[in-house]
Nanobody
Framework: QVQLVESGGGLVQAGGSLRLSCAAT????????MGWYRQAPGKQRDLVAT???????NYADSVKGRFTITRDRAKNVVYLQMNSLKPEDTAVYYCYVDAVVGPRGRYWGQGTQVTVSS
């Protein structure tokens, strides 16, 4: 099994910044893709950003130029730096990892609330 622990959410004013972290722990696993989704009240869970094993990144159009996803491969941690936050960024943010060796599959974090006030 792979466990994910998220941190870094909170309340921020529009134009501010937050940094989310997600650490994967477990035994004998290898991770390929990592990323973040978000879900606003009454809406579906949408992709925010992904980062592949080779470091290639992908972003939703709504966050391009404002959010940056990075990873620490040695520590199995993925980060989401969020700048120029807008009220429409308010959502619960979920990280995920795709494990490809050992306990294969997609694993999810518990979610962290991000609230952007206008």
């Amino acid at each position: 099994q792979v466990q994910l622990v998220e941190s870094g959410g909170g309340l921020v004013q529009a134009g501010g910044s937050l940094r989310l972290s997600c650490a994967a722990t477990g035994t004998r696993f290898n991770i390929n893709d990592m990323g973040w989704y978000r879900q606003a009240p009454g809406k579906q869970r949408d992709l925010v950003a992904t980062i592949g094993g080779g470091g290639i990144t992908n972003y939703a159009d709504s966050v391009k130029g404002r959010f940056t996803i990075t990873r620490d491969r040695a520590k199995n941690v993925v980060y989401l730096q969020m700048n120029s936050l807008k009220p429409e960024d308010t959502a619960v943010y979920y990280c995920y990892v795709d494990a490809v060796v050992g306990p294969r599959g997609r694993y999810w974090g518990q979610g962290t609330q991000v609230t952007v006030s206008s």
